[in-house]
């Protein structure tokens, strides 16, 4: 391609062009775009938004398994024989105690996930009180990842001070049913307007290698574009042995840049996350996702070796960018040290390069 193919897809960004499907697809396809001026561009538009910062998330965990639906890429769901550690909801006493930890390590929002179709209306009621109780106790930003919400429902949680909800499409309203029987594209949709009818920032994304065509993805990223999503997780299938859905395709390492640069063109301003699947997808070319990519998540960080956790760390400061973390990025470098990971330098000399920023630079009042 010409270099007025990039410069225009860049500079349409900048100014908020909704780009027409067609130059989508070749972004995705056409072998004539090539990769290094296509990433150099998302990167102009990403550059802008947020400057050279990689926001690094770390999930937790508050409900695991035990899940009546049957997402078939999900190790949670009841048709999964995937073997993993199920258990009920964490009582308020030690989500608290999680919320305190969290708070005294630097971070500055504190993300909730819980299994399942959605809460009852006394659960909705229950989480409301959980929520209330941190955002009291803690100046800490509340996300949760609960399932299904109507209206209702949402209000509760805002009015108890809920700042984000997690509520991932997956995948296109066509291919839906074909990765879910249990609940519809539509729910999810309805789950994402109820929020932000009521004032809750949205975080959603999509697992692309399901079986989708490319156009879906281009058609998840404009219903993403219009409902005006704050954060949008990029995810790639993982293999899972056990789950329905097993087996990703159509990921190439450049094809998931190309996905990740197409989300970055369309939807500029978001905080566009490369999730699950960074590591197995990308394999050689994980450093260049964060060109179009401003954040990464620690897959499974909980069970993740400390050797994965250091080198994330030690790639982006590698590659110039700025570390923002949920959590003090020593604390993070000294555990998976601490498990056996190995950095060029210790924490103390890898933060002590310019530009490292950690929470607390975030919340320079603390
Ligand atoms: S609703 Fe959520 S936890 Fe349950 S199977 Fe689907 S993705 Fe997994």
Redesign the pocket.
Known sequence: MEPSFYRRLADDALAGVDLADDRCLAILTDPAVDLLPLLNAAYEVRHAHWGKTVQVHVLNNAQNGK?P?D?SY?S??RTSEAPIEEYSMKDDDEILDEAQRAYEAGAFRYCLVM???GPSKKGTEQLAHLVRRIKETYPLEVCVSA?LLDDDKAAVLAAAGLDRLNHNLNTSEEHYAEICTTHTYQDRIDTLRAAKRNGIETCSGLIAGMGEPPTDLIEIAKTLRTLESESIPVNFLLPFEGNVLQEATGLTPQYCLRVLAMFRFTNPAAEVRCTAGREFHLRSLEVLSLYPANSLFLDGYLNAKGEAVARTYQMIVDAGFEIVSDRQVADLLTEALAEGGRLDETPVELLDRPGVKTASDLHPTR
Do not use: F, L, M, T
């Open positions: 899940c639906e997402c999900c949670q769901a299994s399942g179709r399932g």
